[in-house]
C-alpha cells in the first residue's frame, strides 16, 4: 500500500500547531491553563483522526476498502478519505502487466527425456475485488499455477514438439493459466518459453545426428550432379562414335592440356596417327571423286575432248642409312 506519509506528517503537525494556538489562546482568555490541556488533547486528537483518514495510491493502483471487515469498494486513484476506526485499506492491487519467471526443472517429456524449462509470464489483474477476496496473495497463487501448467503440458509433449513447436507450447499455455487464474480476476496476456536445456550426452547425440543429416544431403547433391554428367558424357560419346577422327583430336587435346603447364613428354600411339591419317585420306578420295565428275561435264560445255591430267612421275626416294640405328619401337608406337 502506498500512503504519503510526508502528506499525513504535514497534516498532523498542521493540525497541532492550530490546537495549541487555539490552546494557549483559550487558556490566555480563561486565565486557566487547564483549557488550554482540554484543548490541546482535543487538536492532538483531531489531527491524528485527519491524518489516518487521508489515503493515496498511484495511477496504476487500486485499493480495497473494507468496513468492519466487510468489503466496502474499491477506491483510488490519487487522494481519498476513509473513515477512522470504521474502515480499513486492506490491500492495494498493481493495476500494470506484470512479468513473472517461472520453470519445471527435471520434468520427464512424453519420450521420457528429461529437461530444464524456463518460461516467462505476462499477466495482469483486470478485477481488484476478485484478487483480493478471492484469493489470500494473488501473485503467488499466479506463479504456481503457471509452474503446474508448465509441467503438465512437457508431460504431454514430446522434446521434437518442445524444441520445434514452441509457439504453439506457448499458446496452449496460455490457454491452461488463463483457465486457472480467471476466477481470481487475473487475465494472462502471454506465455514464451525462453530456454530448454536437454541433458549434455542427448545433445550431442542430436548434434551427430543433425550432421549425418547434412552429410546425407551433400551426398544426394553429389549424385545428381554425377547424374547429370553422366548424362552429357553420354552425349559426347554418341557424337564421338561417328567421328572417330574428333575423338583422336580430343584425347590429344586432353594430352596436351595436361602437359603444357608441366613441360611433360607424351607418347601418341600409331593407331591414332593411323585413324587421323584414314580420315584424311577419305577426304582425300572424296575431293578426287568430285573433281572427276566435274571435268566431263566441262567438256561437254566447252566442246572439247578432256583429258585426264598426266599423273606425276613418282620415283622411290633413295633411303639413307642410319648411322646410328634405333632398337625396333613398341609394337603399336610410332616414334
Known sequence: MQVDAG????????????AGILGAGAGAATGSSFAAVIVWC???????LASSAIRMVAQWQRAIVLSFGKFAGIRGPGLFLITPLVQTVSSVIDLRTITSTFKAEQTITADTVPV?????????????????????????????????ALRDVIGRSTLADILSGRERIDAVLREIIDQRTAPWGVRVESVEIRDVKIPAALQDAMSRQAQAERERQARIILGESETQIAAKFMEAAAMYETSPTALHLRAMNMLY?????????????????ETMN??????????????AQSLPNQGANTGQPT???PAAASAPAPSLPSANPLPPAFPGFGV
Open 278 to 291: 584414314l580420315g584424311v585420306m577419305n577426304f582425300a578420295s572424296l575431293k578426287g571423286q568430285s573433281d
Open 42 to 48: 482535543f487538536g492532538f486528537l483531531a489531527a491524528w
Open 307 to 309: 583429258t585426264p591430267p
Open 7 to 18: 502528506l499525513k506528517f504535514f497534516v498532523f503537525v498542521i493540525i497541532c500547531v492550530l
Open 257 to 273: 592440356e595436361g602437359m603444357k603447364d608441366k613441360g611433360s613428354l607424351i607418347i601418341v600411339p600409331s593407331s591414332a596417327l
Open 116 to 148: 530444464d524449462v524456463d518460461a516467462v509470464l505476462f499477466w495482469r489483474v483486470t478485477d481488484p475485488e476478485k484478487a483480493a477476496l478471492e484469493v489470500a496473495a494473488y501473485d503467488q497463487a499466479v506463479g504456481w499455477a503457471a509452474q503446474t
